[in-house]
Nanobody
Framework: HVQLVESGGGSVQTGGSLRLSCVAS???????MSWFRQAPGQEREGVAF?????????ADPVKGRFTISQDNAKTTTTLYLQMDSLKPEDTAMYYC????????????????WGQGTQVTVS
């Protein structure tokens, strides 16, 4: 079982920056850590992924503005999402997630999810 705890959300003006963090208990079974977001009335969508080799993927709307990274400690992994040049359309609840099968936009492939952190851009 992997526990995920996000932090770092908040309210920011257009053009501003935020850095989200997600502390996860380490597991040898996890092969991909990801950030998803969900706006009211919309489906949860993949934002950025990082696999255990450090390979990354970004959704087109965030390319060049968001950066995913991770730091591995002995018993925990901290996943980050640096968000720059924020736009109102980035407003959503942001979730980190861990997958044992690979990086994918399919939410069903993620076994563990954090509780979410709200990002509001105005």
């Amino acid at each position: 079982h992997v526990q995920l705890v996000e932090s770092g959300g908040g309210s920011v003006q257009t053009g501003g920056s935020l850095r989200l963090s997600c502390v996860a208990s380490r597991s040898t079974y996890v092969v991909c850590m990801s950030w998803f977001r969900q706006a009211p009335g919309q489906e949860r969508e993949g934002v950025a992924f990082i696999d255990r080799d450090g390979g990354t993927w970004y959704a087109d709307p965030v390319k060049g503005r968001f950066t995913i990274s991770q730091d591995n400690a002995k018993t925990t992994t901290t996943l980050y999402l640096q968000m720059d040049s924020l736009k109102p359309e980035d407003t959503a609840m942001y979730y980190c997630a861990a997958s044992t099968v690979g990086c994918t936009r399919r939410t069903a492939q993620y076994a563990w999810w954090g509780q979410g952190t709200q990002v509001t851009v105005s």
